[in-house]
């Protein structure tokens, strides 16, 4: 992929998130994956509504070094994602309604719903909370997200990883509803998860046959 295709695709994905209902306004970052060096990024500040191609940044994903507009403020976690998991080439990081909810509540989320399990992973963690922008968020985040792809953030939001853009789009979208499932169960008397050990193998066969199909043909 090259440059300008990658800011096409982010600055699509930035509109597709407002519409989705799942940002306002500048919250929240996305980024695309160009190569094992560089990425490409939303800039800080930047109003999805009236952003262009133009002003999505291009960052190294190794020294931080970028070409055009200042980069979002959490160009260093969409880094550190790139640089340790090979097999993600899409980030998006939201403030979406029932994600912040039960990130505010710093709350784990369980294998409650199928889609959530095959997409996500066994459970939803919630990283420690740290200031944002800082070495911390980063290292309390790629904890949470090791064997996943999702997390939440505590007292923030939540950030989403997928092999392309459509997938990080999915699980921003289960993500979401299954943290208002877990929220309204938690008032019908308790959210009641699947068999973790089944929990575990649904997601193996989502990432390694049901989900490769698609991903082998884009």
């Known amino acids: 992929m090259n440059k300008d295709e990658a800011k096409i695709l982010v600055r699509d994905a930035g509109l597709r998130l407002v519409d989705a209902g799942l940002t306002a306004g500048t919250w929240g970052n996305i980024s695309l994956r160009i190569d094992n060096n560089y990425m490409a990024i939303t800039p800080s500040g930047g109003e999805y509504i009236t952003m262009t191609p133009e002003d999505i940044t291009i960052v190294n994903i190794h020294d931080g070094s970028y070409e055009g507009r200042k980069p979002s403020s959490e160009k260093s976690l969409h880094s550190a994602v790139y640089r340790n998991r090979k097999e993600i080439n899409a980030v998006v990081h939201t403030h979406s ?96 998860g699947i068999n973790k050990f089944e929990a575990a193998l649904m997601h193996q066969i989502y990432l390694k046959k049901y989900s490769k199909i698609r991903i082998d043909n884009v």
């Open 97 to 192: 309604t029932n994600a912040s909810v039960v990130a505010a509540a710093r709350r784990e989320v369980p294998p409650i719903l199928d889609d959530l399990v095959q997409i996500i992973g066994p459970t939803v963690r919630c990283a420690d909370y740290a200031l944002p922008s800082t070495k911390k968020i980063v290292k309390t985040t790629m904890k949470a997200l090791r064997g996943r792809n999702a997390a939440l953030m505590a007292n923030h939001g939540a950030i989403c990883l997928g092999r392309d853009m459509e997938e990080v789009f999915t699980c921003c979208e289960v993500l979401e509803k299954a943290c208002k499932a877990f929220i309204e169960a938690e008032f019908l008397g308790g959210a009641k």
